[in-house]
């Protein structure tokens, strides 16, 4: 699909990362990813359409949503 950013949950390592979802105050747009705990960086994963957008990125890397942040 276009505009579709993923990257294989193989090559990520989310140890010491904090799963988080950025949403934007304007356009209300979504986007799905990671925070590095130690540098506050913010590594995109994809981009987060619909709920099953969102089921298949807790699903594609193990997080619970109970344990996504998210951040405006």
Same mark, same amino acid.
């Given at each position: 699909? #276009?505009?579709?950013? @993923? @990257? *294989? /949950?193989?090559?990520?390592?989310?140890? $010491? @990362?904090? /799963?988080?979802?950025? &949403? *934007?105050?304007?356009? $209300?747009?979504?986007?799905? $990813? +990671? =925070? !590095?705990?130690? *540098?506050?960086?913010? +590594?995109?994963?994809? #981009?987060?359409? &619909? !709920?099953?957008? #969102?089921?298949? +990125?807790?699903?594609? %890397?193990?997080?619970?949503?109970? !344990? #996504? =942040? =998210?951040? %405006?």
């Amino acid at each position: 699909m #276009l505009f579709r950013r @993923k @990257k *294989s /949950p193989s090559t990520f390592d989310t140890t $010491g @990362k904090t /799963p988080v979802i950025r &949403t *934007s105050i304007c356009t $209300g747009e979504q986007t799905a $990813g +990671f =925070r !590095d705990a130690a *540098s506050g960086k913010f +590594f995109e994963i994809m #981009l987060i359409r &619909t !709920d099953a957008d #969102l089921r298949e +990125f807790l699903a594609t %890397y193990g997080v619970a949503e109970a !344990d #996504l =942040r =998210r951040e %405006y």
